[in-house]
């Protein structure tokens, strides 16, 4: 059974550019979710997925965000216009049911400069 | 609003022994879960353990249990006989279903284990 995989891994980028990012979720799992977490605190929800409808977003997710899972399997996470402040680690986890055990994958780390 | 405080910002323990780690949290829901998760420096999030709010036993999971006090919505972590993989960030969470149903959860700040050899 694989894991919930992420790519790319690590992402340097100028400021004011567009980045994308993708997770693969275990499969046959309906629930997908995107965190972003920052240096020394807990992952802050950003959005989740149920199948290819996007169910909650955050306030935290502002206008420059955006994310698809077009056929219910991969997500992607598109920030346009980078700002320093979106430098973090960019968590998707999956879930196979409502309030069941979210997996987490290993993140994009988003460096912007 | 939907708080899970993690008191203790590090802890320290040393090899063989057992260390608590202290969670609290705010919901008005009668059912619900709740989820330690350790974080290894540069390695992925996994679960630890998990405990079902309708369960009054609390979970174990081999080295791991927890110590799960429903009215004073506290939802503590024990590790016995610590070992060096252990050293990790932890985050205790739940998610807050009385918030309009969502499905999201909410993480405390983090409590930085070391074991010590």
């Known amino acids: 059974d694989t894991g919930v995989s992420q790519d790319p891994r690590h992402k340097i980028t100028k400021r004011g550019q567009n980045v994308t990012f993708r997770c693969d979720p275990i499969s046959e799992h309906n629930r997908l979710y995107w965190y972003r977490q920052t240096l020394g605190q807990g992952p802050e929800f950003l959005t989740y997925f149920q199948n290819e409808a996007q169910l909650e977003k955050s306030r935290l997710l502002s206008d420059r965000f955006s994310a698809e899972r077009p056929k219910g399997s991969f997500s992607t996470l598109e920030i346009q216009r980078t700002e320093q402040g979106d430098s973090a680690m960019y968590l998707c986890a999956s879930s196979p049911r409502r309030l069941d055990t979210q997996y987490f994958g290993p993140g994009t780390r988003l460096t912007v400069l | 609003a939907q708080t899970v405080t993690q008191s203790q910002p590090e802890m320290s323990v040393q090899e063989a022994e057992t260390v608590t780690l202290s969670c609290t949290y705010d919901t008005s829901e009668s059912d619900y879960y709740l989820f330690w998760y350790k974080q290894p420096p540069s390695r992925q999030m996994i679960l630890v353990i998990r405990q079902e709010a309708y369960k009054q036993q609390n979970a174990t999971e081999n080295r791991f249990s927890v110590n799960f006090q429903k009215a004073a919505k506290s939802f503590s972590l024990k590790i016995s006989d610590s070992q060096l993989g252990d050293a990790a960030m932890y985050f205790c969470?739940?998610?807050?279903?009385?918030?309009?149903?969502?499905?999201?959860?909410?993480f405390g700040k983090g409590t930085k284990l070391t074991v010590n050899p």
């Open positions: 969470a739940y998610p807050p279903w009385d918030q309009g149903g969502s499905e999201k959860l909410v």
